[in-house]
């Protein structure tokens, strides 16, 4: 087998190759990476705690979290009226938590 034609296997997988795609275009933002990092270092925060911090609307702080959670990159959890997000364990974010942690 070629190096040409090994290389073209491997992008043969159009699915996986998407999906990274969406995971990097949707992490991408300056605004939801702020929100990564902060959750990167605390264990949970609320949507008014993270709105605060970066100096943004809590709705837009909202919509920015349903995009990280609808690529499964955060998780949320409801405690009264109170809804706090963490990182999830998936590959991606410990991507994510590896490259801010490097600085």
Same mark, same amino acid.
């Given at each position: 087998m070629t190096n040409i034609t090994r290389l073209k296997k491997e992008l043969s997988d159009k699915q996986l *190759?998407?999906?990274?795609?969406? +995971?990097f275009g949707?992490? @991408?933002?300056?605004?939801?990476?702020? *929100?990564?990092?902060?959750?990167?270092r605390h264990p949970e925060l609320t949507v008014s705690e993270i709105a605060k911090a970066? %100096?943004? $609307?809590?709705?837009?702080? $909202?919509?920015?979290?349903?995009k990280?959670? $609808? *690529? @499964?990159?955060?998780?949320s959890r409801r405690e009264f009226r109170s809804k706090f997000y963490r990182?999830? %364990?998936?590959?991606?974010?410990?991507?994510?938590?590896?490259s801010l +942690?490097? @600085?």
């Amino acid at each position: 087998m070629t190096n040409i034609t090994r290389l073209k296997k491997e992008l043969s997988d159009k699915q996986l *190759i998407a999906k990274c795609a969406k +995971e990097f275009g949707v992490a @991408g933002d300056a605004n939801r990476m702020k *929100i990564c990092f902060l959750l990167c270092r605390h264990p949970e925060l609320t949507v008014s705690e993270i709105a605060k911090a970066c %100096g943004m $609307s809590v709705s837009a702080v $909202s919509h920015a979290l349903k995009k990280l959670k $609808s *690529i @499964g990159l955060v998780q949320s959890r409801r405690e009264f009226r109170s809804k706090f997000y963490r990182m999830t %364990g998936s590959k991606f974010s410990k991507v994510i938590k590896q490259s801010l +942690e490097r @600085g």
